[in-house]
């Protein structure tokens, strides 16, 4: 996680984030491990270092990592630019990791202004074939609350 910074740090927190992603990668990377950066939605994140793919992947492509990957969060990217479909296209090849939510609540991914169909259709298109998490606050109880793999034919 990158932190909140003033807008007034902001060019000397960039530089200190992306020496210490620089040495976390190599530690990672002896390990196999991939790190993901996350934009975070300025609405429920006020002040967080970035908030943007194209901000983070001016990170990725800055440092030339392979083990430093995007993580899309749809939430995430619905909430701040939108074009969830387009974007998934722009910026596939920076994806190490997908998470879902229903926007603009953050509960099962059933509801809300995103079709998920559509979304899974376009990872398919994509040949995406890494994770798809489930980051979002439950509506109720766990089963019940998974009933949207169902309705969406995921099981």
Same mark, same amino acid.
């Given at each position: 996680?990158?932190?909140?910074? &003033?807008? /007034?740090? $902001?060019?000397?927190?960039?530089?200190? #984030?992306?020496?210490?992603? $620089?040495?976390?990668?190599? !530690?990672?990377?002896? *390990? *196999?491990?991939?790190? =993901?950066?996350?934009? =975070? @939605?300025? +609405?429920? @994140?006020?002040?967080? #270092?970035?908030? /943007?793919?194209?901000?983070?992947?001016? =990170?990725?492509?800055?440092?030339?990592?392979?083990?430093? !990957?995007? *993580? #899309?969060?749809?939430?995430?990217?619905?909430?701040?630019?939108?074009?969830?479909?387009?974007?998934?296209?722009? +910026? $596939?090849?920076?994806?190490? @990791?997908? *998470?879902?939510?229903?926007?603009? &609540?953050?509960?099962?991914?059933?509801?809300?202004?995103?079709? +998920?169909?559509?979304? #899974?259709?376009?990872?398919?298109?994509? !040949?995406?074939?890494?994770?798809?998490?489930?980051? +979002?606050?439950?509506?109720?109880?766990?089963?019940?609350?998974?009933?949207?793999?169902? !309705?969406?034919? =995921? $099981?």
């Amino acid at each position: 996680m990158a932190g909140n910074v &003033a807008a /007034t740090d $902001r060019a000397s927190a960039r530089a200190v #984030f992306a020496e210490n992603l $620089r040495v976390a990668a190599r !530690k990672a990377a002896a *390990q *196999q491990i991939t790190l =993901l950066l996350e934009p =975070l @939605n300025p +609405y429920d @994140n006020p002040g967080y #270092f970035y908030s /943007t793919l194209s901000e983070a992947v001016s =990170l990725i492509e800055e440092l030339g990592l392979a083990n430093i !990957k995007l *993580q #899309f969060d749809v939430y995430h990217v619905a909430r701040t630019e939108g074009d969830v479909l387009v974007k998934l296209e722009k +910026y $596939r090849r920076h994806i190490g @990791n997908v *998470q879902i939510a229903g926007v603009p &609540a953050r509960a099962e991914p059933d509801e809300g202004e995103i079709a +998920y169909p559509a979304v #899974f259709a376009a990872l398919d298109r994509l !040949k995406y074939d890494g994770w798809v998490g489930c980051e +979002y606050r439950p509506r109720g109880e766990t089963d019940q609350g998974l009933s949207w793999m169902t !309705k969406m034919g =995921l $099981r």
